[in-house]
């Protein structure tokens, strides 16, 4: 992954007190899902921002689970790669949900979290039905990866 990358996330983690100012610090995207118009516009700046090799990491499912199951991945979150035919790099992140609660500041002691770096998805090499599945497509990649870890 390059060195130059920033996040999208919600409008709401802007006013987080650390991560917010940690994000902010490099240019971080912070969508207003109620407004259409500002959406585009944030968009229109990532395409031109990725297409100058600036990524981006976007956590797809947009919410964490409560028991670290991986939920479904929303479609729009791809967007812009496959507007781009930017390549996706699936990590998947296994252990968050034990270190600390979606709905606690609380952070657990002595346990782990694993992360697993997969081969990047080519969307220049996909067909235009295959990029319509592309969310279905990083979803088994990322699902196939949290299983094989859990069960060794």
Not at 35 to 57: F, T
Request: aromatic fraction near 8%; charged fraction near 35%.
């Amino acid at each position: 992954m390059p060195l130059d990358f920033s996040f999208i996330a919600k409008k709401e983690m802007k006013k987080w007190p650390a991560i917010g100012r940690w994000m902010r610090s490099f240019d971080c995207i912070f969508l207003d899902r109620k407004n259409a118009r500002q959406g585009m516009k944030d968009m229109k700046d990532a395409i031109s921002k990725i297409k100058k090799g600036h990524s981006y990491v976007i956590f797809p499912e947009g919410s964490r689970s409560e028991d670290g199951t991986i939920g479904e991945f929303k479609k729009g979150s791809f967007k812009l790669a496959t507007d781009t035919d930017a390549r996706i790099l699936p990590i998947t992140i296994i252990g968050t949900y034990e270190v600390q609660s979606r709905k606690s500041l609380k952070v657990t002691p002595n346990k782990n979290i694993k992360i697993v770096v997969d081969k990047p998805v080519d969307l220049k090499s996909m067909s235009r039905e295959e990029k319509k599945e592309v969310h279905n497509i990083v979803n088994k990649i990322i699902k196939d990866n949290y299983t094989e870890e859990k069960n060794l």
